[in-house]
């Protein structure tokens, strides 16, 4: 009876199998899809692609830059793109990857979405003003013992242009261990006057892909690629107060952003809470301590909330919420800027509420 | 064994640089299902749950994550935490997303457990342990040993 059991489980896996595979030959080799036409945003931009790619490659090809950071294999879910018409039914790859209210929307993850007929779609305006460049590693130095700053020199486009606050999405190439490329995003910590420059602050993440290969593979002198610049936190047009918080890697929008003000103002009245564990977590102390001495409206405030037996730390000390909430008084009108692990974030966002900053002046970029 | 489609799917996304840069598996090459029973079985031998050993850990990431990477105490343990940037989806899919960073445990004696937040899940979840070998695989025992948990408890 077990011998039947297990043949008749073996024919059964045997033949699914088969047919999977004889349906993924037939999509690759026999499907034609014909020319289709992508239209995005209702007629701002369209084009004819071939079909029969996946939807996120069509936008690529066309120059079109969808955030995506597992390189199109269905894991990261970054790469999510709203189809208005065409987009047919949501493949069963997509859907874990996806809300019920995403699929009422009728957004599809776009790596996991083929072209096989013309498709009307939605991007954010900002996406298409995002460009590929190809760069050089000018500089790799050790910030801390688990931070590198990357500066790399732009080739192909030679210059690039984004607020404080943008980040790029960086390739990261196969290397040993890793067999296909991925994406990974990082602030831009250089200001924007650099224009022919990119600096990156890059905490070694453990186990993590990009991170090892920028810690243990990345040489001065290597071309690089990326894609940029995304996002949406930056300064508000207001003349309120700010407080910014950061800890880690998130220092790299505000070192961008306090240099940028610096040159071009706004001279907006800024403290800014930097925390650390250790000393030998903490970096740029000493450019942000000028700064704080050279500019009348800005504040550094760096904390440590652990400090080590010889560190000789004479500054503020604690978890940087609890510095927060000794450092800063009424908080009323003025704005918060956040940027660092998602539990640090979460954590200053109560700080500030309970400082009287309401949650539409806090904004920030949580690692996530 | 012949893997069903299904499992060799999961056994692509688990193997090293897809999803993480060491994958989840380490040098077992038990196809996974296996690797669940075999810990299953252990687990009910020590007298606890999954659910117990995921709810022990997660307090544990908790308690990390509050301090910001400075050690906090939990279970008579140090706790620290390293968050990173970026999330990285559990291999079966239909999970959501998990911060990544990465939690490590001592006890008193210096011995040590690294987990990630995606570790607490794929235990709760899918009574997945990882693989022999694999940098975050958790054995059952020595985690009840040093969470107090079981009939380890104040081993």
Redesign the interface.
Known sequence: MLEVVLIASGVVVAVSGGLSILLLVAERYLANYGECRIDINRGERDFTVKGGETLLMSLKNEGIFVPSACGGRGTCAYCKVTILEGGGVVAPTELPLLTDQEVRDNVRISCQCKVRNDLKISLPEALLSVQEYRGVVERIRDLTHDIKEVRIRLVEPDAIEFTPGQYIQLEAPPYEGSKESVFRAYSISSPPDDAGHIELIIRLVPDGICTTWVFEHLAEGDEVTFTGPFGEFRLSGTDAEMFWIAGGSGMAPFWSLVRHMKAHGPQRKTTYFFGAVARRDMFLLDELRALEKELNWFRFVPALSSPAEGDDWDGETGLITEVVDRGVGGGEGKEGYLCGSPGMIDAAIKALNAKGITEERIFFDKFA | M?L??QDQALAE?MA???????GFLGRDHRPVSEIVATDATAVEALGVTHAEIAAALAEARDTA???????AEVRGLKAT???????I?CPW???G?F????IVLTGPDGETL?F?PLSVHLIARHGFYQGRGS??RIEPGKACRMLGLGGEKGG
């Open positions: 012949k069903t489609p996304r090293p640089g897809v999803l993480s840069r060491d994550i509050e301090a910001f990477g400075a050690p935490c390293i968050e990173a940037r970026g999330r989806v899919g239909g999970c997303g911060d990544k960073g990465e690294a990630t940098r975050y």
